[in-house]
C-alpha cells in the first residue's frame, strides 16, 4: 500500500440521527405545532444547539396562543363565553385551527428546520417512541376527563 492512499483515507464522520423535517410537519399538522417545536429542539440539542432548541420551544408556545387568538376574534367568537363545546361544534373553527397548524408545521419545517440542518449529514430518527408518548399521554387524558 502507498502511503499516500494511506493518508487520503479519512473515516467517514458518524451521522447524528435527528427526527425528519416530515416528521416535525407530519407531527405539527396532526396533533399540534407545538408537539413539532419540541421534536425541533431535541433535534438542536442533539447537535448541541441548546439556546436555538429553546427559542424554537418559545416560538411553539407564542405560536400556539396567537393562533388560538386569531382563530377566536377571526370568528369573531366572544373570549369570556367560549367553552370547548362550542369550539368543537362550530365546524369553521376546525378548519381554521387546521390551517393554522398547518402553517405552524411549515413554518417550521420549511424555515427553521432549513437554517439549522443544512445537508446530507444526517439520518432519520424513528418516530415511534414521541409518538407513543402522545398516544399514552392523550389515553391518559381522556381517562381523566
Not at 423535517?21 to 431535541?42: N, Q
Not at 385551527?97 to 411549515?106: E, H, Y
Amino acid at each position: 500500500m502507498d502511503t499516500e492512499e494511506i493518508e487520503d483515507f479519512q473515516p467517514e464522520k458518524e451521522k447524528t440521527a435527528i427526527y425528519s423535517k416530515w416528521a416535525i410537519l407530519d407531527f405539527s399538522v396532526f396533533f399540534s405545532p407545538f408537539i413539532g417545536s419540541i421534536l425541533l429542539m431535541l433535534n438542536l440539542r442533539r447537535i448541541g444547539n441548546k439556546t436555538a432548541g429553546y427559542l424554537i420551544l418559545v416560538f411553539g408556545i407564542v405560536y400556539i396562543i396567537a393562533a388560538e387568538i386569531v382563530l377566536i376574534k377571526l370568528l369573531g367568537l366572544d373570549i369570556t363565553h367560549v367553552t370547548p363545546q362550542k369550539l368543537v361544534a362550530n365546524q369553521q373553527v376546525l378548519y381554521y385551527s387546521k390551517a393554522l397548524d398547518i402553517l405552524g408545521g411549515a413554518i417550521l419545517a420549511e424555515y427553521f428546520f432549513k437554517k439549522y440542518f443544512k445537508g446530507d449529514s444526517y439520518t432519520s430518527r424513528s418516530v415511534f417512541p414521541p409518538l407513543l408518548i402522545i398516544m399514552a399521554i392523550f389515553f391518559l387524558l381522556s381517562s381523566v376527563i
